[in-house]
Every structure is written in C-alpha cells, then in structure tokens.
C-alpha cells in the first residue's frame, strides 16, 4: 500500500490563554515546538511518514504494517478484522476511487453486481475491493457494503473470507437486521470459515444493541465452548453494545466481570466506562478509573482524555475540565474539535457563556474549523444565559456557513427564547421547522407545552396535546408530567386526577416525577393527609421517592409532628442509601 510523503515546517509553540468573563481558566492550548524539528525527522526516518484525510501530517511503524494479523482502525473506522494498522487510512487506487463513487451513488444491488463481474478476479482487485469496504465503512455507508460484500460471497470467484463475513456481520448489525447478521454467521459455518475474536465480538455487539442479551451471552458460551476465552475486544464489543443499547447497569456487570476473569483492560475498556460514568453524571467514578488506568500502566489516548473532560463538562465542572485538557495536551496529544467542544460544553454548563466563546475562537486559531455541534454548543451557552439574541446570532452563522441545523439546533435555539418567555419567536421558529423539512417532534411540542403552562396559557396547552394526539406525535409520560405539574401548580386539582388515571389507557407507567407533581398539586393546598396516601399508592405501585418527593412532601407539613412523621417515614425508605435530600 502506498503512502503520500510529505515534509512540512514544524508548528511554534503556542500558548492562549481563556479568558471567560468572571471566570479565569488555566488552562494552555499548546502546539508542536521548532525546537523539536532534529527530533521529530529523526522520527520520520524511523517510522515513515504519510499524510491522513485532513491534510495533518502523520506517522507509522513500518513493523506494525501488516495484513497477515489483522490490524485494526481503532476509533476511527473499522474495528474489526480490516487488516489496516491503527489510524492508516486506505489510499484508494483509481479504480479503487471508480468502485467507490459507483457504490455511493448507484442504488439497485442488480446493476452493481453486474458492473463488479466485469472486474479480473486478481489480488490488485481484491485489494481494491477491501480498501472500498474501508472507506465506505470510514463513512458509515452500510448498504453499499452490503451490496459489496453479498457481490463477494455469492458472486465473485474470489474465495470466502471470515474478513468479508465480519464487514457484513458488522453492516447488517448497524442496520438492525439482526435476523441477517444470525444468518450470516450461519452462512460463515457452513462455508468452513473459521470465526474469528472479531466475529464474536461483532455479534455480541449487535444483539446486545438490540436488546438481545441472552444471546449475546449464549456467543460468550460458545467461545468458550471452542476454547476461546473472551478477550478485551470481545468484552469491548459487549460493553460498547450494552451502553448503545441503553443497559448500563448490565455494562457495569460486564466490565466487573472481566476483571474477575483476570483479563488484560485495554485503553478501549477504561475509555468505554469512562464515558458510560460520564454521562451517568457520575464523574468521581470516572475519575477514579481514569486514576486506575495509569496505575495498571494502561496509557490513555486522546479518546480517554476526551472522555474525561466531558464527563466533568456535563457537571459544569470547569476547573476540572481544565485540568484534563492540560494533561492531554501535557501528554503529547493535540486537541482535536471534540476536546474543543467538550471544553466549550463545560464552560456552557457552569453558565460562563463568553468562555465557551473563547474556547470556540481558539479552536479556530489552532487551525481546526468549528463542526455542527460546536454551533449547537454556542447556541446551548448563549441560551442557558439569557443572551438570546447572541444565541440566534450563532444559530445564523453557522447557516450562512452552509451547515445544515438539525432538530437538535431549533430545540436549542427554542430553548433560549422559551426561557425569556418570548412565545411569538418560540412559535415562528417551530414554523421555521416546518418549511426547512423537520416536522417537529415530542420533545420540541413537550417544550412547547411547558412554555405556555409557565404563562399561563392553559388553552394553548391543551390545542397542543389535542394535535398530538391527532397527528403523528406520541404524547410520552414528560408530557403528562407537564400537564400535571402545570395544572398542579394553577390548584386544578381535578384536571391533575383526569390525567393522571388517563396514564393507564396510553400505556404509560407513572415516574417519580408524574407522583411527585400529583403530590405536589395537593401540598400547595396544606392537604397533608391526602399527600401521604397518594405517596403510599407510589410506593405500592414500586415508583420509590426521591428528593424531590421529600421537599413536597415537607412542604405538605403544618406541624412539628407531621414533620416528625414524613422524616420517619424518608428515612426508613432510605437507610440503606444516602438520601438525595438531607432531612434534619
């Protein structure tokens, strides 16, 4: 495989500083120094160099280049089984590039097929072939791999491959056909391939993103079956499933597990749970795996660091975040736009927008242009502080950018001006929506609903929830919740019970936060002793209080003994677990 040389002036040593208003980061974003040139060509003379699809300049280890063991993408492309070593992207030949464009633009598998029989069947194709899949897998493009690969099994001449089967294995799993993914792994049997790690660990990734767990755990019985003992990619694969999957807990099982059975954490591991805990909100867990890795001589890469600085951005913590992005830096890694961006998250959180905006300049003063979601961070910042018209601001901006705002981008920007209760602008832009092509979904009605119950527009309210339940938008349970806190709180105490004991004909199941507000709807009103039966239907229905639940249900209390008794009764419910509420 051929690679681009190229030589290149080394970067001056950079060092900015942030300034936030009223708040003074640490932190130095720093860049590869001159002095370092002697070291850095000695370098290249050792390793050799090539130039990636961004244009940065790039080394590798002519040893670690390899087809005959299977190297890998890690983090950037594909996993499992490519036979590429870390980080190299394929430098496509122009037949390679013809076969590529062709896939990308022709749709119908019976045309593609036979185009792709006019092709020799020699190991120059062959490698076309597979540097193809690479790429079409470097841009998640699943049904042209498919297309591919079905061309390669069932058509070509060229003889099975397990690295063929893993590609559609790993395809058909990212489109949620799992009956194909099953059915490919039966076909790999049968044609006397033998399966690979990374063929169990595609399979157990794709059940466990399908919420098929037993099956994920019936491959685990059968590696074991054949005398393979899971390894770190495989239980990488599991944990990776399980938290796209929405399984946390199970991911936590999963992880304790495999250090039971003593295998070797990779960077990968630490980095999967680094991320579960982070948006777990729970970052002194991710710190202290962070804290553990480097003890276990496990080296982080950029995605830990990253890990690490959003898991502190989602809590605002922004010393912290600092702190990290120093290290990364400190570690020799360059900061790429998602540690940018999980640094701008952090200042947004703490509600410091104008260090967000800092961090948002320096990205680009470093040479790396700001993506949709650092768009949509500035908007999310400027929001959360008000400053409404600076979010809008960016919003435009990144329009005339030429990036398309997503769902997610109105949502943001309807957030900022629902906070300032500007109902004309929330409303133009839902119909702004409307004409880009998004039909707006639950949350953005959900957020609708909330901002007319806050004014007090309870007929707006209720023309919404009968549009929802006309057109194609589901009413989930935050929307009763709305409903119910907003009636609560106006004392239309019979509203509150009409739709809560609708709940059931929905199909949706009451949480703590639909008891809560319907508890809170009676406390306003002092009626104590119908709180504490409505609190103890919640907990026979097993919807356990929290917080929130104790602060009303103290609310509800006119006496010392009434308050003597709602304590009593939090604290028996919690003593085998910190309350979120301390009670006196």
Not at 70 to 82: A, D, V
Not at 139 to 155: A, F, Q, S, Y
Request: hydrophobic content about 40%.
């Amino acid at each position: 495989m051929a690679f681009r040389l190229a030589v290149g002036n080394p970067l001056s040593y950079v060092y900015v500083e942030v300034e936030p208003r009223k708040y003074r980061p640490s932190f130095k974003c720093i860049a590869k120094s001159s002095s370092s040139s002697e070291v850095a060509i000695e370098k290249w003379k050792r390793e050799g160099v090539y130039i990636d699809r961004s244009g940065k300049l790039r080394t590798f280890h002519h040893k670690k280049l390899s087809r005959k063991r299977c190297g890998s993408l890690r983090g950037q492309g594909w996993k499992y089984g490519s036979g590429f070593v870390d980080g190299i992207f394929p430098v496509l030949s122009p037949i390679a590039q013809q076969i590529l464009e062709f896939l990308q633009t022709e749709v119908d598998a019976n045309k593609v097929w036979a185009s792709l029989d006019n092709l020799s069947p020699t190991h120059n194709t062959w490698d076309d072939l597979i540097n193809v899949a690479v790429q079409l897998r470097l841009t998640k493009k699943w049904d042209p791999i498919v297309m591919l690969c079905e061309w390669i099994l069932h058509r070509s001449s060229f003889q099975l491959d397990v690295m063929c089967f893993n590609l559609l294995i790993d395809a058909y799993g990212q489109k949620s056909q799992y009956k194909k993914v099953e059915s490919t792994y039966l076909e790999l049997l049968e044609a006397r391939c033998v399966p690979t790690e990374d063929t169990y660990a595609l399979l157990i990734k794709a059940y466990c993103t399908g919420g098929m767990k037993l099956k994920a755990e019936a491959v685990f019985a059968e590696m074991r079956k054949y005398g393979l003992p899971p390894s770190a990619n495989v239980y990488n694969a599991y944990i990776d499933g399980l938290m796209k999957g929405g399984n946390s807990q199970k991911a936590i099982e999963v992880f304790q597990r495999m250090k039971r059975d003593g295998c070797q954490l990779s960077t990968e591991t630490y980095t999967l749970m680094i991320n579960l805990y982070g948006k777990a909100r729970r970052s002194y867990m991710a710190l202290k795996l962070f804290d553990e890795m480097r003890v276990q001589k496990c080296k982080p890469n950029i995605c830990t660091y990253t890990a690490m600085v959003n898991a502190f951005a989602r809590e605002g913590l922004c010393q912290k975040a600092e702190e990290i992005f120093e290290q990364l830096q400190e570690a020799g890694h360059e900061p790429d736009v998602y540690a940018y961006n999980a640094l701008m998250e952090a200042y947004s959180r703490a509600g410091y927008p104008y260090g967000a905006a800092e961090v948002f300049s320096l990205m680009q003063h470093m040479g790396y242009e700001p993506d949709r979601a650092s768009f949509n961070i500035m908007v999310d910042a400027y929001g959360r502080a008000g400053l409404y018209e600076d979010a809008e601001g960016v919003f435009e901006e990144m329009k005339r950018l030429g990036i398309t705002p997503t769902m997610k981008s109105h949502m943001l920007l309807l957030s900022a001006y629902s906070r300032v209760g500007n109902i004309a602008k929330c409303e133009d832009i839902v119909n702004q929506m409307h004409k880009s092509g998004l039909e707006p979904d639950t949350f953005v009605l959900n957020s609708m609903l909330n901002l007319y119950g806050r004014l007090g527009k309870f007929e707006n309210m209720e023309k919404v929830l009968i549009e929802m339940e006309k057109g194609p938008y589901e009413a989930d349970i935050s929307t009763y919740n709305i409903l119910i806190n907003v009636y609560g709180r106006a004392g239309f105490i019979e509203r509150v019970e009409e739709l809560f004991q609708l709940l059931p004909a929905k199909n949706l199941t009451p949480d703590v936060v639909t008891w809560t507000s319907r508890i809170g709807a009676y406390s306003r009103k002092k009626l104590y002793t119908r709180c504490l039966e409505i609190f103890e239907e919640m907990v026979d229905a097993g919807c356990y209080p929290d917080g929130g639940t104790a602060k009303v249900l103290l609310s509800a209390c006119s006496s010392e003994d009434q308050i003597e008794q709602v304590t009593t009764v939090i604290r028996t419910m919690h003593k085998d677990m910190k309350t979120l509420l301390p009670i006196e």
